[in-house]
């Protein structure tokens, strides 16, 4: 294979090549149109409303803005207050508006469930509201300087535009609280009925200069990946260099397989024979010798994109025995289309391989797309493929996982590996040469 410059120029340049257009361009096909499933947010609620208003009611009372006013005034304040409770009508009207919830579906469970599923890649983001919101909310609304409230979104980096997407609507909201327009409006029009509107609106004017001047900020957003042990965001360099050289070690396994059928044709299994040695010697020979080469292609593609686009694999630690094993099934599998070329005698089966199921493996592998863009069935598909498992491998390393972490992985590729060369063995016995 190494003498042949086809092999050569579709193995190793053409993946060094399309790693570069793509990782150039993967910024714009972020942004580009396509069509997702709902991004599932959970929302994590510590505050209490009632808890809230209670201690409102303590600190405005030890104003001046409570004299004069008696306890069914405050009550009634209070009230109103309360009517606008800024978390409900984030994660109960806008997150589930009919239009929005085409685009998210909301789950409120416990904190501790919510960030597990976070880790586990089940949900795309965390929506925390913290115990005080509202009362921290309702009190920088009405009194300068106040510390802000705080939400917090924490995402699954793996689901990046999901998690934008997210983002963009809870910032969009918290926003329009920020410019303090809906607490003016609510406290303008208790302190009306309350016969307060000249002491209302020189406050009023206070909280809304200092919105104006940036000295106020009714409410913030911290937006943060989950900084989850072991697990870090990818480049789309980095994506599409493991994407490439999982895509291309499949043509790896083809042309061992049709160079297999040349070697018959030459004649060398007879000449095995001679040599009082079984077939097993000649299939041996071309699982070692694919294997070996499907070695050197991913190293020197590890080594180009390193040095050519500061790709960083991971840990070379958790590294190599992923890229031996990967080679080892990219063996197994040319095994197998040695097999089915061995039996049909020419090289249809790795030529149709070659040029049609390897676009199937590549896509359900997530080589073209990202597999968390993919519809479920077709993901599903794509785990059970050697360039799909040897992605998953590839991608957990960068993002720093633990050799226990990925042990899934390398069980996999494991059992692949043992089936196809099962499969060579009983395929190759419905023809004796």
């Known amino acids: 294979m190494i003498r042949d410059k086809k092999a050569l120029l579709i193995t190793l340049l053409m993946p060094i090549v399309l790693i ?16 997702l ?14 808890r809230d208003l209670e201690k409102l009611k303590r600190v405005l009372t030890a104003t001046p803005f409570a004299r004069g006013i008696g306890e069914r005034e405050m009550g009634e304040i209070l009230g ?14 806008i997150l589930k508006d009919e239009k929005i919830s085409s685009l998210i579906t909301v789950e409120t469970m416990g904190k501790a469930e919510a960030f597990r599923r976070l880790k586990e890649g089940k949900i795309t983001a965390v929506i ?48 329009t609280l920020s410019a303090g327009i809906l607490a003016k409006n609510v406290f303008q029009e208790v ?16 909280l809304l200069t200092s919105v104006g001047k940036g000295e106020e900020k009714g409410l913030e957003v911290h937006f943060r990946s989950i900084a989850v042990e072991g697990k870090k965001s990818i480049s789309g360099f980095q994506y599409y260099a493991a994407a490439m050289s999982a895509m291309f070690i499949l043509f790896t ?27 097993g010697v000649l299939f041996a020979g071309r699982f070692l010798s ?67 199921i390897t676009q199937i493996m590549a896509l ?41 972490e990925i042990t899934p992985v390398f069980l996999s590729l494991s059992i692949m590996t043992l089936l196809f060369m099962a499969a060579a063995l009983a395929i190759s016995r419905l023809k004796e040469v």
């Open 290 to 356: 694919t294997s070996l080469f499907s070695l050197l292609q991913m190293i020197l593609l590890l080594l180009f994109s390193r040095f050519l686009f500061g790709v960083n694999w991971g840990d070379p630690l958790s590294l190599l025995p992923l890229l031996l094993l990967v080679s080892l099934g990219v063996g197994g599998l040319s095994l197998l289309l040695s097999a089915i070329n061995h039996v049909a005698g020419n090289e249809k089966g790795s030529e149709i391989f070659s040029g049609f």
């Open 20 to 35: 570069a257009i793509l990782g150039f361009s993967v910024g714009s096909f972020m942004q580009g149109e396509i069509t």
């Open 191 to 206: 302190a009306v009925e309350m016969n307060r509107g000249d002491q209302a609106h020189s406050q009023i004017e206070t």
């Open 253 to 279: 396994a083809a042309f061992g397989a049709e160079y297999f059928i040349q070697e018959s044709r030459l004649h060398t299994y007879e000449r095995i024979l001679l040599s009082g040695r079984g077939r």
């Open 128 to 175: 925390l509201i913290p115990e005080g919101f509202a009362y921290r909310y309702w009190l920088s609304s009405l009194l300068p300087g106040i510390s802000p409230s705080t939400v917090e979104v924490w995402q699954d980096p793996d689901q990046e535009i999901r998690a934008e997407i997210v983002e963009g609507i809870v910032r969009a909201y918290t926003d």
């Open 364 to 404: 359900a592998g997530g080589s073209f797309i990202p597999a968390a863009y993919l519809p479920d069935e077709v993901r599903l598909l794509g785990d059970y493929t050697i360039n799909g498992a040897s992605l998953q491998g590839f991608v957990k390393v960068m993002q720093g996982y633990s050799l226990r």
């Open 37 to 50: 499933s709902p991004a599932h947010v959970a929302v994590v609620h510590e505050d209490d409303l009632n």
């Open 80 to 93: 109103r207050l309360g009517s606008f409770h800024p978390a409900e009508v984030l994660t109960e009207r």
